[in-house]
C-alpha cells in the first residue's frame, strides 16, 4: 500500500511503500511518548526504506533519543525542523525498513482487528491504556513483529 504523508506545517512531504500499513501497536515508551506521542503513546508503520521519497528533505532535522542508561539510540527520528511533526524513524540496524509515524500519514489506513500495548512499564500514571478484549499488552516489548503480526492477521500485502 502506498502511504503519503506530511508535516503539519505542509514543508515536507513523503511517499513510502508499506507491505505493514496497519498502525496496531501504540508505544508507551518515553522517547515514542515524548517525540511523537499522541494520547501518551506513538505509532509506527512499517515500511520498505528503498521506496521513500522525500519532497522537502532541506527542512527535516534528525533526533538520536537518549536511552534510560544514557546511551543513544542508533534510530534516527525525523522531523520537520520548522514545526515540529514527528515524520519517521530510520534505524541502520534495520536498513531496509523505514517507520513512518501513523499520526503523520495523509492516507486512510485500515482500522486493525486488534491494538498491542507495548512498554506500558514506562506509561505515566496519566495515561489511561484503553486495552479491549483481544489485545495484547507488554510492559516491554511484544512476543511478535510488526511483520510477523501483519502475516499472523493475513494482512502482509
Not at 46 to 59: F, I, K, P, Y
Not at 121 to 129: F, H, I, L, T
Amino acid at each position: 500500500m502506498q502511504l503519503e504523508g506530511s508535516c503539519h506545517c505542509g514543508a515536507v512531504r513523503f511517499r513510502v511503500e508499506a507491505r505493514a500499513p496497519v498502525p496496531f501497536m501504540r508505544c508507551y515508551c518515553s522517547i515514542c511518548r515524548k517525540t511523537a506521542g499522541t494520547g501518551g503513546f506513538g505509532i509506527n508503520l512499517g515500511a520498505d526504506r528503498a521506496t521513500l521519497q522525500v519532497d522537502g528533505e532541506e527542512h527535516l532535522s534528525v533526533y538520536r533519543a537518549r536511552r534510560e542508561d544514557g546511551s543513544r539510540s542508533t534510530g534516527q527520528r525525523h522531523f520537520c525542523r520548522h514545526c515540529g511533526s514527528a515524520l519517521w524513524l530510520w534505524d541502520p540496524t534495520w536498513p531496509d525498513l523505514v517507520h513512518p509515524h501513523a499520526g503523520a500519514i495523509d492516507t486512510a489506513l485500515p482500522t486493525p482487528p486488534s491494538v498491542t500495548h507495548i512498554m506500558l512499564g514506562s506509561k505515566p500514571a496519566w495515561v489511561e491504556a484503553h486495552v479491549q478484549a483481544g489485545d495484547a499488552s507488554f510492559d516491554g516489548y511484544p512476543d511478535v513483529s510488526l511483520a510477523d503480526w501483519h502475516r499472523r492477521h493475513g494482512l502482509d500485502g
